[in-house]
């Protein structure tokens, strides 16, 4: 049962992780939407910077800053061209996807007055929920929540009835985290901007699972984390486009955003930004993640990421046929049940069983998955699993035969009952 699109026996090889034994069986980690596994070269290029060019950046005009300036500049240039962006002006590192969204609205909370509406979906994770909540509270404008339809897609319709001339952000989820839906990112766009509305998105699951372009999906923001794209925790990245930052006022102050400051004793002082993105990222960051990050990205790039979603839906397609055809009437899955409209992620619960139970389960057959509302509560509420849901989400080194396991453990747990 190899896989038509790629090597996954080669991949494989690159993720010494993947020959753990947990439980006295040999892991199976399908928890990749929480965070995904680290090839080797991911690991050797942090290892490598901190063994060879180690130093602060901008800060030093010895040989090893230089290198190490070049190496996390080089490092945005890496990922800014992955998603389609200008270059590093458009690219800001960050911690995570959480940090870059809540960077956003800062960003944005200076076009924001009373009355003013911001729109979300139900589907959104807390990290692209809560800024806005935050922000509208902050500046006495109105969050309008769409909703989705009963083939879990979102609702288009609602969408552009709830849009008018008070709209001024629609922040969006690309893939959901529970159900996997792909949402139409570039229409959504397209609306926005017919009413001059900023949108957001959150690419946190589209990015590191299929091509996602900037430019051709006309985001005025894009957020999303190194860790779930094979690279380090502790990086991640917003994209903006190079006009809204030039004009928008930083978030952190101190070291190295700026290009200058003068003060007289009188208390007057003067202040120049440093150029893009570095006027956004005070003080030493995380220059090994950056460097890491950018290792993650050749490595998908070398894959393609057409081919990582091509393999994604047939790990899902293979999945969803099994769990049908075997546990029809046992188990409930939640998403569309196209696998081409949607990532490799199964959230589900199995009958009679909570979600925490069935992990455990899993669990102790050696299968790493997620339990609970995965930071998604609302969407769960509105969906009435009170108790959240199973999740099981696949990558590039996932195989069928790993899935067989799986189904066969969810019998295992099924006959028990
Ligand atoms: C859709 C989505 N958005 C945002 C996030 C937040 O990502 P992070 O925890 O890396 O900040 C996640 C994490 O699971 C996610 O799935």
Redesign the pocket.
């Given at each position: 049962m190899i896989s038509i699109v790629l090597d996954v026996e080669a991949i494989r090889r690159d993720f010494p992780i993947l020959n753990r034994i947990i439980n006295g069986k040999k892991l199976i980690y399908f928890d990749n939407?929480?965070t995904s596994q680290k090839p080797i070269q991911v690991i050797n290029a942090i290892r490598d910077f901190y063994l060879n060019n180690n130093a602060n950046i901008h800060r030093g005009l010895h040989t090893l800053s230089q290198e190490a300036s070049e190496l996390y500049e080089e490092a945005h240039d890496t990922v800014a061209k992955f998603i389609g962006a200008k270059g590093r002006e458009e690219l800001i590192f960050v911690r995570?996807?959480?940090e870059a969204l809540n960077l956003a609205s800062m960003i944005l909370s200076k076009y924001i007055k009373p009355d003013d509406e911001i729109v979300v979906s139900i589907m959104e994770?807390h990290?692209?929920l809560l800024p806005w909540i935050f922000l509208a509270e902050k500046t006495k404008a109105k969050i309008k929540i769409i909703g989705i339809k009963s083939d879990y897609t979102l609702d288009y319709d609602a969408l552009e009835k709830a849009i008018s001339e008070k709209t001024r952000i629609i922040a969006i989820?690309h893939m959901s985290?529970v159900l996997g839906t792909i949402n139409d990112v570039k229409t959504i766009a397209k609306i926005a901007h017919n009413y001059e509305a900023f949108v957001v998105i959150?690419g946190?699951?589209s990015v590191p699972h299929i091509p996602v372009n900037v430019r051709d999906i006309g985001a005025d923001f894009l957020a999303f984390?190194g860790?779930?794209m094979l690279g380090p925790t502790g990086i991640?990245a917003l994209y903006c486009r190079e006009d809204i930052l030039k004009d928008a006022d930083p978030f952190l102050l101190g070291g190295d955003m700026i290009k200058s400051v003068s003060c007289n004793i009188s208390g007057e002082c003067n202040i120049v930004w440093n150029d893009l993105p570095w006027k956004y990222e005070a003080g030493t960051p995380n220059i090994a993640g950056g460097i890491g990050f950018a290792e993650a990205v050749r490595y998908l790039e070398k894959l393609g990421m057409i081919n990582v979603k091509k393999h994604e839906e047939e790990l899902l397609t293979y999945a969803l046929k099994r769990i049908n055809e075997e546990l029809s009437g046992f188990i409930d899955i939640y998403g569309p049940s196209d696998p081409g409209k949607k990532g490799g992620i199964i959230s589900f619960n199995a009958k009679n069983y909570d979600p925490h139970t069935v992990a455990l389960h899993l669990d102790s057959e050696g299968i790493a998955i997620r339990s609970g509302f995965h930071?998604a509560q609302p969407l769960h509420e509105h969906l009435g699993l009170m108790e959240g849901s199973a999740r099981a989400s696949f990558y590039i080194y996932n195989t069928k035969e790993e899935i067989d396991v799986f189904v066969d453990a969810l019998k295992k747990l099924i006959k028990e009952d």
């Open positions: 939407t929480a995570n996807a959480s994770h990290s692209n989820t985290n959150d946190a699951q984390s860790h779930k991640g930071c």
